[in-house]
DNA sequence: TCCTAATCCGACCTCAGTGGTAGGCTTTAC
DNA sequence: GTAAAGCCTACCACTGAGGTCGGATTAGGA
């Protein structure tokens, strides 16, 4: 698996946010009512997101989180390394304090020859992060309510890795 | 981590099988010296390499592998899919006998809304094996060739074989 | 006919990280 | 004051990654 379950929760619970009009805090264990999830997980989670300036909590009865950022702000490249740490495909990319990944493969310096897979990994790593940018937070608020209505239909689950 | 150093070793098998005319077999244990890899582990990486297709062996002395489909006709995602097992972004994306991914989250039957972290995760998925695709063996090969100009010796790698 | 070099194969091991749980502390609305 | 919430730290079981080991099998050469 390429993201663990940190990012599949962080990202519901955004979801969970985002589809309140933020009026009102939205306390944790409703989230974990709502999507079932461990609540006591759960929270460090909302610990990381609130960490990056993602979400804001308030403290005490009634209290809970809201988004810090307007959805339409929120791209999940951030929400995601808030919550994964760092997205690198290998190894041997190390992430940088600026954000941007430095190569450090046991090959770099070794100057007998140039170390080919670092151009695979490297492609790779754009492909995902330039995945995750395109994607905001708004846009899976409104995908998320749009499906109540057909339950029933056989949607193209398949996904073709060939394809 | 995305990738294991399955791919990261099976990678640099093939390149190092590529980086050969295949005129003559090439043995695990010349690679396993030349990229500093565990030798018994490379064994069971080649082994998965040779199940997809992607090299032959020749047992018995001076045996070895070679690459059992042009470098041209390596793409990436076939070698990486063969070496990781599956390219999945997270734990739901169960992935088929038939080598494709089914989506089989726990929001799936709960009709109560639409998986929405599932569109996220798709197109992730969908922007790996895409930047997979377009890299084919022959063109890591090409790049791992650059290098040595800048050293003193501008000779083709040698795996060992005879010096 | 050995010896050696190589692929092949299965069992085993160690360690770090994931995915939690438990328990308590602090803050705040009613 | 009490209940509901966020916050925080420690702990813990399990899995998979990343090997290791020992052997079996195959083939070339002296």
Redesign the interface.
């Known amino acids: 698996?390429?993201?663990t379950?940190k990012?599949?929760y962080g990202?519901?619970l955004l979801?969970q946010l985002g589809m309140q009009g933020g009026s009102r805090p939205v306390s944790l264990k409703s989230v974990a009512e709502?999507e079932?999830l461990p609540l006591a997980y759960l929270e460090r989670i909302a610990a990381l997101l609130k960490k990056e300036g993602l979400i804001a909590s308030t403290r005490g009865a009634h209290g809970g989180y809201v988004l810090a950022v307007g959805a339409e702000d929120i791209t999940?490249d951030r929400a995601v390394l808030a919550l994964e740490g760092a997205?690198?495909?290998?190894?041997?990319f190390i992430d940088d304090a600026a954000g941007d990944a430095r190569v450090a493969c046991?090959h770099h310096d070794a100057?007998?020859?140039?170390c080919?897979?670092k151009?695979?990994?490297t492609?790779?790593q754009?492909?995902?992060i330039?995945?995750?940018q395109?994607?905001t937070l708004a846009?899976?608020?409104a995908?998320?309510?749009?499906?109540?209505a057909l339950?029933s239909a056989p949607l193209p689950?398949?996904?073709?890795?060939?394809?």
């Open positions: 698996m390429i993201f379950t990012a599949e990202v519901r979801i709502v079932n999940m997205i690198a495909p290998m190894e041997c046991s100057d007998r020859q140039h080919a897979t151009l695979l990994w492609r790779v754009l492909g995902i330039k995945s995750l395109r994607t846009e899976l608020v995908f998320a309510g749009l499906q109540p339950t689950y398949r996904l073709g890795i060939n394809g």
